[in-house]
């Protein structure tokens, strides 16, 4: 396997869909990022649109300032079994924890304590060495794979040649119809 594929394979990032999905889609993310959160229900929706064909798998890139405890904050509640909850619900909520790109820590807190999580078993377990190194897999991997911005989309290996939704949409279709 190439160093590429290896940065792809993202076999410790949280995935959504079936395992055996012939179309993988691996999304670079980063909290903060406005249009990560804009994009992330036209993925949704590509796979319900498509059900059983699509995996998503999510990396984190921390690249807005002060993004890092908000991206320590979604690897660990996956200790709790809440990322996708907790993924979800901060990129709804993202106008009240992030203000001119830059990211204000507590009120990320806020959101994610109200939904429900032990918050200290949270700010325990975003200290373990497993969280940091999942980060830091991530980090390596973009920038193995020259990622640069969010959101960074790989369909079954191929980069987005150009940026959108449409572009997205096409590139999906696409493999899910030499898949299928």
Same mark, same amino acid.
Request: charged residues 20%; aromatic residues 6%.
């Given at each position: 396997?190439? $160093?590429?594929?290896?940065?792809?394979?993202?076999?410790? %990032?949280?995935?959504? *869909?079936?395992?055996?999905?012939?179309?993988?889609?691996?999304?670079?993310? #980063?909290?903060?990022?406005?249009?990560?959160?804009?994009?992330?229900?036209?993925?949704?929706?590509?796979?319900?649109?498509?059900?059983?064909?699509?995996?998503?798998?999510?990396?984190?890139?921390?690249?807005?300032?002060?993004?890092?405890?908000?991206?320590?904050?979604?690897?660990?509640?996956?200790?709790? *079994?809440?990322?996708?909850?907790?993924?979800?619900?901060?990129?709804?909520?993202? *106008?009240?924890?992030? #203000?001119?790109?830059?990211? &204000?820590?507590?009120?990320?807190? &806020?959101?994610?304590?109200?939904?429900?999580?032990?918050?200290?078993?949270?700010?325990? #377990?975003? /200290?373990?060495?497993?969280?940091? &190194?999942? $980060?830091?897999?991530?980090? &390596? #991997?973009?920038?193995?794979?020259?990622?640069?911005?969010?959101?960074?989309?790989?369909?079954? *290996?191929?980069?987005?040649?150009?940026?959108?939704?449409?572009?997205?949409?096409?590139?999906?279709?696409?493999?899910? /119809?030499? %898949?299928?």
């Amino acid at each position: 396997m190439c $160093i590429r594929d290896r940065a792809l394979a993202s076999t410790h %990032a949280p995935s959504l *869909g079936k395992a055996d999905a012939r179309v993988h889609v691996v999304e670079f993310l #980063d909290p903060a990022c406005e249009t990560c959160a804009a994009f992330y229900p036209l993925v949704k929706q590509m796979m319900t649109e498509h059900p059983d064909r699509i995996r998503l798998s999510v990396r984190h890139v921390a690249f807005h300032k002060g993004s890092e405890p908000v991206v320590a904050m979604l690897e660990a509640s996956r200790q709790q *079994g809440r990322y996708w909850h907790l993924l979800e619900a901060l990129l709804q909520a993202q *106008g009240l924890w992030v #203000d001119n790109h830059v990211v &204000q820590p507590q009120m990320a807190r &806020q959101v994610v304590a109200s939904l429900g999580l032990d918050m200290l078993q949270l700010t325990a #377990d975003m /200290q373990t060495p497993e969280v940091a &190194q999942r $980060i830091a897999q991530d980090s &390596q #991997d973009a920038a193995t794979l020259n990622v640069t911005k969010t959101p960074e989309y790989f369909v079954n *290996g191929r980069q987005m040649q150009s940026f959108g939704r449409q572009q997205l949409r096409e590139l999906v279709r696409g493999a899910v /119809q030499k %898949a299928y």
